[in-house]
C-alpha cells in the first residue's frame, strides 16, 4: 500500500484517509487566489479535473446561480444588499462597479474633494425614507475604485474631505496635509 500511495502522491494526491480498510484519496483541485483568499470571476476558483469544483469571491464561497448574476453584472444594488448572508453580500458589493451601484441608487453627487473623493448622497436610500451618503474613492496604491458608506451626519455637511478625513479617524486638517496615502 506505501508505494500505491506514493503514486497517488506523485500523481496530485493531495490528502489521504488510511481507514481500515479502505484507503481514500483525494487530488488536488486548482485553486486560484487573490493575495491569500480564493477569488476568480471567470468560473470556479477550485476546480477538480473532472470540472467540478466551486464558486468563490473575495474569499467567499457562493452557489453557482448567484455567482454568474453578480459576475455578469446583472445583479441590482437592491438585490444585491437583500442577499442574507453578510459575507456574501460583502464580497457581492465589492464586485459592483461604483458607477452603476450609483446609478442603480440615484444618487447624487453633492461634492468633490481637493484629492478627488466624490462625495454622493442617496435619498429615501432602499425605500427606507432615509437619505444616506456614501464616497467614491480611488485606492492610492493601485487603480482600484470603489464606495464606503458614511455616517449621515458626517455626510450632511456635504465636504468630502471631511468625510475621507472621518473615515480615516483624523482630524480635516491632518487630511489635508498628507502627502502619501497607502
Known sequence: IEMETLKA????LEVYFPMKDKLILVPIPRMITVGDRLHYDHG???EWKDGTGFYFLRGVQFEEKLYNKIVSFEITAEETLKIGNAD???AAISMLRP?????QLHARQIHEGIKGTKLYEV??????GRT???MWMK???????FIEWIEPKIG???DADLCQANAFGIPLEDYLGMELEA
Do not use: I
Not at 502522491?9 to 496530485?12: A, F, I, K, S, T
Not at 458607477?99 to 446609478?103: A, P, Y
Not at 485606492?139 to 475604485?145: A, I, L, Q, V, Y
Open 9 to 12: 502522491l506523485e500523481n496530485g
Open 139 to 145: 485606492d492610492s496604491s493601485s487603480d482600484r475604485e
Open 132 to 134: 444616506e451618503y456614501c
Open 156 to 158: 450632511k455637511q456635504g
Open 123 to 128: 435619498k429615501n436610500f432602499m425605500d427606507t
Open 88 to 90: 456574501q453580500r460583502a
Open 44 to 46: 470556479k476558483a477550485v
Open 99 to 103: 458607477d452603476r451601484l450609483l446609478e
